[in-house]
């Protein structure tokens, strides 16, 4: 354990934390968003508008399959305009954030597509508008899963924030790759492992603990 | 009846589901339909699965836009408002449903609580409010639980209270009672009587259960594809229903008349000629027909029958077996008719 450089393991668990909870806000946010439009303007929906609805469906479509690296690299000159670099923890994070907003848009319009359209019947009759029923009703009446849907994308983030090295975002997995795998020093391979099950662990952890409150078992 | 006292009016309402294509053509629902409600009456639509019910009484709140026609509600037509409009005109109409549709993410008094927060009304109004409609449906002791944890008949009376938390004048019940069971219809259909006669609320109940018309209803439509056959008082309907539809929702509750299986048998048993003498509200019924049966030296034999009563006066029917000698039935038959008996021959029994 001689050859284990805590001070740059600090600063990698500090570069995860950093892309993952920046990109699980941000892209939890504007997937919430998506999510909700998508549900929102689907023929015979509250706010029902085929165009808006075929345009973000077609372009969720589009951006989902791509795998997180070809993303990357794909999205480079929007990233540069955005944030005025394509390399660095920010770039990443940047990047991570517009693919877990599409992912979460999904599982937003998903979840919400279970809510009993009764109760969105029960809302309109007492009077609510579209917007408000949208946010006091559907998404609390959806909330269990979607904590739920939210801790899955939680982890995808944690899987593709070790991808980060390739574009010199740091973090977690590029300290397991170069200062383990290829100085051959396994002890470092496995603290990151370990360091990586951990954060999958608490997030789950959290994540079913809250579900479990808000499903009320 | 002067135009005020008409809460609810239908005229020429047609309702048509557009199709997407080939595969779902467009489904024409509702055909001119007319009606009129009462302001403060309970006025009841029965009907079978898919004869139009349920989207006839969404129309009333434009929670479906009609395709045709107009809906007036009070002095305000409601037919071609925009849904933006309309959101002022649900806060004075409550409604129920098959399936309660309570909000699961809310307790007891949140989902009474609900229409009033949408209403604008602020916390410690709202609190007072719901106090109050909670303890009107029985309910006040479980405001903090959540609606699971209720039986069926209590999570209906949630949605009587919260369809009542902005005072409307009128209530639309689709199917209420329809998901319970029959000793909880009871108390439902019970304490919707009671919103009506003690806060005067106007209801209208659709259900597919003539029952339910029977314990509550004053007035009845009858709808069957789309169109009202019938309407009318719920006394005339029972008492005299005129078209096949109305006749069998009536003998479906009352179960008066002998069915086709039940004729065979009483053939078998009685060889009289079988005769159903529909019971009316007149003084001495039963002694008038015997009288005139012993007149005719006529031997009835009472083989079927049902006396139930609505509004405090009786409905039914009886089914006799009748024997005499060469033409006396004949002329007992016409001499009750004269008199204004309501006779049923049914045919093919044995001379």
Known sequence: ?????????????????????????????????????????????????????????????????????????????????????????????????????????????????????????????????????????????????????????????????????????????????????????????????????????????????LARKALRR | MPPSDIHVRFEDVTKTFPGRGRKDPAQQVLRGIDLEIHRGEIFGIIGQSGAGKSTLVRLINGLEPVTSGRITVGDRVVSGLSERQLRAVRREIGMIFQQFNLFRSRTVAGNVAYPLKVAGVKQPERDRKVARLLDFVGLLQRANDHPEQLSGGQQQ??????????????????????????????????????????????????????????????????????????????????AAPKTPEATRFVSSTLRDRPSAATLERLRVSHPGRLVTVRVQDRPAFQNSLSVAFLQRDVTADLVFGGISELQDRPVGSLTYSLTGGEGSVDELLKQLRADGFDLDEHEGASR
Do not use: C
């Not at chain 1, 496995?190 to 079913?208: D, E, K, P, R, T």
């Open chain 2, 157 to 238: 009376r949630v949605g009587i209270a919260r369809a009542l938390a902005t005072d409307p004048s009128l209530l639309l019940a689709d199917e209420a009672t329809s998901a319970l069971d029959p000793e909880t219809t009871q108390d439902v259909l019970s304490l919707l009587k009671q919103v009506n006669r003690e806060l005067g609320i106007t209801i209208v109940i659709i259900t597919h259960e003539m029952d339910v018309i029977r314990q509550i209803a004053d007035r009845v439509a009858v709808i069957d594809s789309g169109h009202v056959v019938e309407s009318g008082s719920a006394y005339d309907i029972f």
């Open chain 1, 1 to 209: 354990m001689n050859d284990f450089d805590w001070e740059v393991f600090r600063t990698a668990i500090g570069q995860t934390f950093f892309i993952v909870s920046i990109s699980v806000v941000v892209g939890g946010l504007i997937g919430l968003l998506l999510g909700l439009v998508l549900y929102a303007t689907r023929p015979g929906n509250l706010l029902s508008s085929r165009p808006v609805f075929i345009l973000l469906n077609v372009l969720v479509n589009i951006v989902r399959p791509i795998p997180f690296v070809i993303f990357l690299v794909a999205i480079q000159p929007l990233m540069l305009t955005a944030i005025g670099t394509t390399i660095g923890t920010n770039a990443v994070t940047f990047a991570l954030s517009l693919s877990a907003a599409f992912a979460v848009s999904r599982i937003v319009e998903q979840n919400l597509l279970t809510v009993n359209p009764g109760v969105i019947e029960a809302a309109r009759a007492a009077g609510a508008g579209p917007v408000s029923i949208l946010l006091t009703v559907l998404v609390p009446e959806a909330l269990g899963p979607l904590i739920l849907g939210y801790t899955f994308i939680f982890v995808a983030i944690v899987d593709m924030s070790a991808q980060a090295g390739l574009f010199g975002g740091g973090g977690i997995g590029d300290f397991a790759i170069t200062y383990g795998s290829q100085r051959y020093n396994w002890p470092v391979v496995y603290i990151s492992v370990a360091a990586m099950i951990i954060l999958v662990q608490a997030g789950q952890f959290l994540g079913n603990y």
